[in-house]
């Protein structure tokens, strides 16, 4: 079993940042894929970020120089900086870990982007 951990989100004015966090831990095997997804009111869960064990990122084209996703191999721990939010950013961001042939999620954390 795996567990994820994510923290960080909020209430943020337009152009503004936040950073969420997220920690995994169990049964987590080298080689692991991890990232964010989101699922705003009235729409389908998307993928915003994703990075692998090695670096390499991945983003959903309307964040793309605006967030950041980073990784900590030895601690398990992904992050995502967003910059200039925007209102359509306001979303429950989802935690996500692909290994040992599974994906897993974490609970959500709200961010909401608004005046």
């Known amino acids: 079993q795996v567990q994820l951990e994510e923290s960080g989100g909020g209430l943020v004015q337009p152009g503004g940042s936040l950073r969420l966090s997220c920690v995994a831990s169990g049964n987590i095997l080298s080689g692991w894929f991890m990232g964010w997804d989101r699922q705003a009111p009235g729409k389908q869960r998307e993928m915003v970020a994703s990075i692998d064990s090695d670096g390499r990122t991945n983003y959903v084209d309307s964040v793309k120089g605006r967030f950041t996703i980073s990784g900590d191999n030895a601690k398990n721990t992904v992050y995502l900086e967003m910059n200039s939010l925007k209102p359509e950013d306001t979303a429950v961001y989802y935690c996500?870990?692909?290994?040992?042939?599974?994906?897993?999620w974490g609970q959500g954390t709200q961010v909401t982007v608004s005046s």
């Open positions: 996500r870990i692909f290994t040992g042939s599974r994906t897993y």
